[in-house]
């Protein structure tokens, strides 16, 4: 199996931009997340789906973040418009409800600056 | 308080030594606890889990879990430079809530 995949992997954009990163999770895996990662706050999950459907999305900053599970196969985390203080890793996440200790396996990641 | 609070380091040990990473958390709910390793401009791998309060080995790691303390560590034995890494601490309330990870060197 390749695994999570995410694109881009790095990404630099100018403030004001729309932003759109994408993620296909493990095949057959029927929950995915997305997690931000910064030095000062570390690793933030800023929403979860489970079967497409969105199920949690506390930890989304604010109405700038939007994100979309379209099928079992594609995820996507939009930014618009994109501030600098979105700067930072951005991980997709998946993991299925059969596997044991809600192991989740991570996605190379997205680095994203914003100048 | 933090939800899941971690030493952020650096913890510099020799090799062949024992590293041991601490972590505390603040919800006496939480059910399940992970270790992750991460390493510099990588994803974060899971390497330990637990469940029940004692001890739990896989190979050179030791997980310790004591809910009455809140408190989870991680025991790394015969370390190696190879181990060199940040250590994540999880712990799984309704999701899985991170620490901001401690930083191990191993040095030769």
């Known amino acids: 199996d390749a695994g999570v995949i995410q694109s881009p992997r790095h990404e630099v954009t100018e403030m004001g931009q729309e932003v759109t990163l994408r993620c296909k999770p493990i095949?057959?895996?029927?929950?995915l997340f997305w997690y931000r990662q910064t030095m000062m706050r570390g690793l933030e999950l800023l929403i979860y789906?489970?079967?497409?459907?969105?199920?949690?999305d506390s930890g989304m900053p604010e109405d700038r973040f939007s994100a979309k599970m379209p099928n079992a196969s594609f995820s996507t985390l939009k930014i618009q418009p994109s501030e600098p203080r979105d700067s930072a890793v951005y991980f997709c996440?998946?993991?299925?409800?059969?596997?044991?200790?809600?192991?989740?396996?991570f996605g190379p990641g997205t680095r994203l600056t914003v100048t | 308080q933090k939800e899941v609070e971690q030493n952020s380091g650096p913890l510099s040990v020799p090799e062949g030594a024992i590293a041991s990473l601490n972590c505390t958390y603040s919800?006496?709910?939480?059910?399940?606890f992970f270790w992750y390793r991460q390493y510099s401009g990588k994803s974060p791998e899971l390497i330990m889990f637990?469940?029940?309060?004692g001890d739990k080995e896989d190979g050179r790691f030791t997980a310790q879990l004591n809910k009455a303390s809140q408190y989870v560590s991680l025991l790394i034995r015969d370390s190696q430079p190879s181990d060199s890494a940040t250590y994540l601490c999880?712990?799984?309330?309704?999701?899985?809530?991170f620490g901001t990870g401690t930083r191990l060197q191993v040095f030769p």
């Open positions: 996440a998946s993991r299925s409800t059969g596997t044991g200790a809600d192991e989740q396996y």
């Open positions: 999880a712990v799984n309330t309704d999701k899985l809530i």
């Open positions: 789906f489970n079967n497409n459907v969105p199920i949690d």
């Open positions: 637990i469940y029940s309060n």
């Open positions: 095949s057959g895996h029927d929950y």
């Open positions: 919800d006496r709910g939480s059910q399940s």
